[in-house]
């Protein structure tokens, strides 16, 4: 049967490269044959593939934005940022229909958007968008969204960006507004 090593090879040159060899006899005599192939590109790029995810990640999981794909309907990231501020765990938001997450009166809107992503409308920002955290809380938020690929299946990449006291205060201004208004009719 065939024998693989792999180990590291130094050229003439005095550098060093990763290799795997393969060693089988001939069929029907004693000679053998070798296979080397030189990984070190492969093992480099790989190096730079996990460091290049490592960083996404801390990225992602330290951004002061909330993050979620949604994929087939379905809630399948989302970054520690989106449960502080829902208060819900990433285990009772996973694998959830993501529209459950919103305010009933924004659930068309939310899934049109979703729809919209899915057929290649351009990413565009969503109006504010209400959220009931677990504390019965109306919070809003500012949503962009941007198609992607996660695990070989399109995905809808969503940013959240917390607008709820903004909101209150453009609330509180056109009351304002509306109350001297009528005074002064």
């Not at 509180?172 to 009719?185: I, P, T, V």
Request: glycine fraction near 2%; proline fraction near 3%.
């Amino acid at each position: 049967s065939p024998m693989s090593f792999e180990f590291r090879l130094l050229d003439k040159f005095g550098f060093y490269h990763n290799a795997f060899m393969t060693i089988s006899l001939i069929p029907g005599s004693r000679k053998s044959v070798a296979s080397i192939i030189d990984l070190t590109e492969i093992m480099k790029a790989e190096e730079i593939l996990s460091t290049t995810q490592q960083n996404y990640r801390i990225l992602v999981e330290n951004t002061k934005e909330a993050i979620a794909i949604i994929q087939d309907e379905l809630v399948k990231y989302v970054n520690p940022k989106l449960c502080k501020i829902t208060g819900y765990s990433e285990k009772q938001i996973l694998n959830r229909k993501f529209y459950k997450l919103v305010h009933p009166d924004f659930t068309d809107i939310v899934r049109s958007e979703y729809r919209n992503r899915l057929d290649g409308a351009n990413a565009n920002t969503m109006m504010p968008v209400k959220i009931i955290d677990t504390e019965q809380n109306e919070r809003w938020f500012q949503v962009n969204s941007v198609l992607t690929i996660w695990w070989r299946k399109p995905a809808v990449l969503l940013f959240f960006n917390e607008i709820t006291e903004t909101k209150k205060a453009q609330d509180a201004l056109m009351a304002s507004e509306e109350k001297y208004r009528l005074l002064a009719e």
